[in-house]
């Protein structure tokens, strides 16, 4: 099934991608006609913008009604926008067809089934799904949930054991015999699942853990609950709220044992995920679609469509979906938390600030909110503004842990830009006594002390061990290039900065410093070629002054040296960038 969306949406490889625009937007009337329409799906296609793209193919569609192709395109595009009602009149003729659609409509069906509480008509459709790898982990779990839906429990899971044995598919299976177990009231059964589930890594995902959590609090182990929350923390954006929805199921508070739409959805769900992270943006959007379909109020499901729409740079769009996730969630922190991301994406930085302000004053208790502000406000180039949100966000955090080190470093980066040095080195400092072998800290701290001609042996030895723990990392690599040059060896510089362009061909800033070395090496043609090259890739205008004097008049002989002023030297956009 996979391949078959892969096929049909084939032309919705990633591409330059417009701000996101409001997908009720009419469409522009001159694009009509079929051709028109058809072109400007196309393009829509292209920049991922599938709500336009699904509204220009219905235009081509009411052109030509019997295409099967076109119903095909149509159908999968309106699952993709979310548009399920108006998905749902092509889907019978498509399934009761063959190739690309067929299966997804089938899926469609069964999943519009189990909403009328038609389970018999659901375990129908998913027999008619085709034979594939991902279809062989959806079919037997669906179809558990829909004979646990008809009341026949032993048959669920006759059905779900066809996974037991496929260890691709151990973690979905015991899982979803946890939850299957517990909806049917075998609570001890479901307890040894839940363990079985936890102990199948040596660190479970977050999910599984919730998912025994919740477990626990709905069944009388509410400490148990909580403290596997606590374990969690460091991996969990709002513990506090986290805790209050376990202590709301310990009471009696929805949501209680799984119901049959639910594993359904929570099966969609987790297949959404696995494909997301493997990019595959556009089935794990449908699928996500889906699950929202069986459960409207599945927050993480929420979360997944606006975190891809997101990476498709349709931010209006995101936006929307992380406004939409209720204020008693326990997901609502981290919804707002990603739309303020969505706000900087559209270029409204301040709303973006005000919101996380908003954040940090109704949750005092929490840090996140002042991290997400120092570092939007570090990305203005506001650094006085960024060094008071990270110190209020330190504030908050206590005793400082392992995971605190990139707060260390990137309120020293702003200290550092501020020219508050001795400040800055302190945190980088501190970051490293927190991550010994971070190599971005290592970097940043080594070019900063060759930079000011300090500790010059311990420094190359620091960014030499970020390039041995980062070797395709063309910023770092360039780091140790430019110390080599700052320190005199021109030679040692040239191979390192030749490396760093191969990493990172289009960096003025790494072009420019491979044409420094190339003149002090004496290979002045190159040089003048590289400099040359470095003004075609958009330099900052500081930059490109200072190569364009080059160009004009060479390099002084004594520009360089280990105390002076780096002239054309990385800041944090090149070597020294956070990671």
Known sequence: MAVLLAATLGACAAGPAADGANPDAPLAPELS????????GQHAVRIEDISAASRYFDRVLEHDPANP??????????????????????????????????????????????????????????????????????????????????????????????LAGDDGFAGLYTLHAAMLAEAAGRIDEAAERYAQALAQSQTPPLRLRLAAARFEARNGRLDAALRRIDASEGGVSDPAGLKAMLRRLAEGGDPRAPTAAAGMAEALFDLASALQR????????????????????????????????????????????YDAVPAGSPYRLLAQLRAASSLEGLDRDDD????????????????????????????????????DAYDRALKRMGPLETRHWSVLYTRGIALERA????????????????????????????????????????????????????????????????????????????????????????????????????????????????WQRALTFDPSPELAADIERKLREGLPKHQDGPAGSLGTGTAERGGRKPG
Not at 109 to 132: C, F, M, N, Q
Request: charged residues 30%.
């Open 69 to 162: 192709a076109l119903r095909r395109r149509a159908f999968l595009l309106r699952l993709e926008a979310g548009r399920l009602d108006d998905a749902a009149p092509l889907a019978g003729e498509l399934a009761a067809g063959a190739g690309d659609g067929a299966s997804m409509a089938r899926l469609f069906l069964a999943i519009e089934a189990a909403r009328r509480d038609d389970y018999a008509r659901t375990l129908a459709e998913v027999g008619r799904l085709e034979d594939t790898r991902l279809n062989r982990a959806l079919g037997p779990i669906l179809a558990a949930w829909a004979e646990f839906g008809r009341g026949d429990v032993e048959a669920a899971e006759r059905r779900l054991s066809r």
């Open 352 to 387: 973006a600030a005000r919101r996380l302000e908003a954040l940090a004053g109704e949750r005092p208790e929490l840090a996140d909110p002042l991290i997400r502000l120092g570092d939007l406000e570090r990305g203005r180039e506001n650094w006085q503004a960024a060094i």
């Open 419 to 530: 020219k508050r040095w001795g400040d800055a080195e302190r945190d980088f400092l501190r970051a490293l006594e927190l991550r010994p072998d971070q190599p971005y800290v290592l970097n940043y701290l080594g070019y900063s002390w060759v930079d000011r001609g300090e500790n010059l042996d311990r420094a190359k030895a620091m960014i030499e061990k970020a390039v041995s723990l980062r070797p395709r990392d063309g910023y770092i690599v360039d780091s140790l290039g430019w110390a080599l040059y700052r320190l005199g060896d021109h030679a040692g510089a040239v191979t390192h900065l030749e490396r760093a362009v191969e990493l990172r061909p289009t960096d003025p800033t790494i072009n420019d410093h491979l044409g420094d070395a190339y003149w002090r090496v004496g290979r002045r043609a190159e040089a003048r070629f590289q």
């Open 278 to 321: 493997d990019r595959g943006s556009d089935s794990a959007m449908i699928f996500a679609r889906l699950a929202l379909r069986l459960q409207p109020e599945f927050d993480l499901a929420a979360l997944l469509v606006a975190e891809i729409l997101d990476d498709r740079q349709r931010y209006e769009e995101a936006l929307a979906m």
């Open 33 to 40: 006609s079929a051709a028109g329409a058809y072109l400007a």
